[in-house]
């Protein structure tokens, strides 16, 4: 069981936009820690896609975007393409200092 | 470029012990928390244990609190991870990663290493 609450899975058909929900509580994503995110291709390790809740780092399309509320964060990504197929997780950090992840998205591209 | 390359994956029995190494480049590592992070055969990420860049914080998983020790040698630039008491729960593929510790993410992965525990 993850400390961060994603959907297991989203899809989408090219084109198109999706979110994915992250969901914390009043000990992390609700104490102020900001909520990052990773995408994982097939068989990859994970890489860098958010950072500080909505910033892109460089090289990552601006199709990606990130915001948080309250105890709550999302991944958006508009305009779907094939190469998004991917899973997708949200992490934190936890009052207690210690990282924390969501259970990760499946995103298929339809 | 940054690279980071783990090392000291394989087979060991319940109970076991192991140790692995990150190997990093590209960057001054002097100046990075770094962290191990896994993730179990289908599943999602974990985070294990980070270590800041002097080495004098730690911190560890409640799973593995006791059992694991991490540790970092900047003249090395080398980044370690002993494994102790290991369990069949611990199977997974043991990533390391480079931390920004002022927003407590993590920047640059390596491309892992697997440790299986199985009898």
């Known amino acids: 069981q993850s400390v961060l609450t994603q959907p297991p899975s989203v899809s989408g058909a090219p084109g198109q936009r999706v979110t994915i929900s992250c969901t914390g509580s009043?000990?992390?994503?609700?104490?102020?820690?900001?909520v990052h995110w990773y995408q994982q291709l097939p068989g990859t390790a994970p890489k860098l896609l958010i950072y500080?809740?909505?910033n892109r780092p460089s090289g990552v399309p601006d199709r990606f975007s990130g915001s948080k509320s309250g105890t709550s964060a999302s991944l958006a990504i508009t305009g779907l393409q094939a190469e998004d197929e991917a899973d997708y997780y949200c992490?934190?950090?936890?009052?207690?200092?210690?990282?924390?992840f969501g259970g990760g998205t499946k995103l298929t591209v339809l | 470029q940054v690279q980071l390359v783990e090392s000291g994956g394989g087979l060991v029995k319940p109970g076991g012990s192991l140790r692995l190494s990150c190997a990093a480049s590209?960057?001054?590592?002097?100046?990075?928390?770094m962290s191990w992070i896994r993730q179990a055969p289908g599943k999602g990420l974990e985070w294990v244990s980070y270590?800041?860049?002097?080495?004098?914080?730690?911190n560890y998983a409640d799973s593995v609190k006791g059992r694991f020790t991490i540790s970092r040698d900047n003249a090395k630039n080398s980044l370690y991870l002993q494994m102790n008491s290991l369990r069949a729960e611990d199977t997974a593929v043991y990533y390391c990663a480079r931390e920004v510790g002022s927003d407590l993410y993590f920047d640059y992965w390596g491309q892992g290493t697997l440790v299986t525990v199985s009898s």
């Open positions: 270590i800041s860049s002097s080495s004098s914080y730690t």
């Open positions: 992490q934190s950090y936890d009052s207690s200092l210690v990282g924390v």
């Open positions: 590209g960057f001054t590592f002097s100046d990075y928390y």
């Open positions: 009043s000990s992390n994503i609700g104490a102020g820690y900001d």
């Open positions: 500080g809740n909505s």
